[in-house]
């Protein structure tokens, strides 16, 4: 991906990479909510757990493509596979970013 991008989506871009739970929860604002799969994951707690079950369960790579930016708004589109129906998905990535935190993320197709 050529485009630079904010800094708390270049930090979650890179945690997701190494699967750190840990570097990449440190990414969202307290009150942050993922919109993912239809459901909603509001705050650390909730997002921490999305994130392990949900790569538990796909086993899923992630390569960013391209971003697009307007304001606090980040959009990176991917590309992922893993162990899910199909295997592989190009899916979109929608942050909005609250100073130096991501506040809400919605992972769509």
């Known amino acids: 991906m050529n485009t630079q991008v904010p800094s708390p989506v270049a930090a979650y871009l890179a945690a997701e990479k190494a699967k750190d739970t ?6 969202f604002h307290k009150d942050a909510v993922v919109f993912d799969e239809g459901k909603e994951h509001r705050g650390i707690a909730a997002i921490e757990v999305w994130y392990r079950d ?8 992630v390569e960013p493509l391209d971003a697009s930016i307007n304001g606090q708004t980040v959009i990176v589109r991917t590309h992922v596979t893993g162990n899910f129906p199909g295997g592989a998905a190009d899916l979109c990535c929608t942050f909005q970013i609250d100073g130096d935190q991501i506040k809400s993320l919605e992972i769509t197709q």
């Open 22 to 27: 840990s570097r990449l929860i440190l990414c």
């Open 54 to 61: 949900t790569n538990a369960q796909y086993r899923y790579v």
